[in-house]
């Protein structure tokens, strides 16, 4: 297949890993995890990893496998919620295909989180409030790393799936045959450039 990547950025909680594994899995392309990887390599869990580090620590870490998981790997890449932070990260995310924010309202994501123990940006104790602030340092960098943007907050995950397959077909033909025809259009903010365009 010829090669490409499909990178999602989003909001802890957006459905990155959820909808990234998915998509992987309908596609038939492989699927990578920038927190998989990251725990892969440092053996705890990174809410371990920051009490012990603290998030500067992380944030090394993490630009370090993104620096890899965008060079030469192809598939769908789940990144985790604060890749965007770095300005290296998104330039080598939009480098290296596609990239896609998935898009969720802090109140959406408490909903799905409020229980939640292994964030720990979230682990406080006002987690709305805490994802307000999150939203509002993060949305412009999600917005500027992205070619498209696809709203997860409400509806079923089946369907931001078969969005994110319909929008795909536009930039990688390839793929038509696994796509179905219609085109649905939850999408917002659209600039679907095109891989030949980049
Ligand atoms: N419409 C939906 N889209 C995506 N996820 C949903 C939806 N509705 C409920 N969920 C649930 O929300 C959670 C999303 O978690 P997921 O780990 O995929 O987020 P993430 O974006 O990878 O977060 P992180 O940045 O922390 O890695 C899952 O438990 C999923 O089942
Ligand atoms: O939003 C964030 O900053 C984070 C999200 C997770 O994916 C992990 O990368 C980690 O918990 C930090
Ligand atoms: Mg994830």
Do not use: C, W
Request: net charge positive; charged share 25%.
């Amino acid at each position: 297949m010829t090669s490409f990547l499909l990178s999602l950025v989003g909001m802890p909680g957006a459905g990155k890993t959820t909808i990234g594994r998915r998509l992987a899995r309908e596609l038939g392309v492989p699927f990578h995890d920038s927190d998989h990887e990251i725990e892969r390599r440092i053996g705890v869990p990174i809410r371990e990893y920051f009490s012990r580090h603290g998030e500067q620590a992380f944030r090394d870490l993490e630009h370090a496998v993104i620096t890899d998981l965008t060079q030469g790997v192809r598939g769908v890449l789940a990144t985790g919620g604060g890749s965007v932070l770095r300005e290296a990260n998104r330039a080598a995310l939009r480098g290296a295909g596609t990239v896609v924010y998935l898009h969720a309202t802090p109140q959406s994501l408490h909903e799905r989180l409020r229980h939640d123990l292994s964030r720990p940006l979230l682990q406080v104790a006002d987690p709305l409030q805490r994802l307000h602030e999150l939203f509002s340092q993060r949305d412009e960098h999600y917005r500027s790393s992205a070619h498209l943007v696809l709203d997860t907050g409400h509806g079923r995950i089946g369907r931001s799936v078969h969005e994110l397959r319909s929008q795909l077909q536009r930039s990688y033909p390839f793929l038509r045959p696994a796509v179905p025809q219609e085109l649905p259009k939850p999408f917002h903010g659209v600039h679907p450039r095109s891989a030949r365009e980049r």
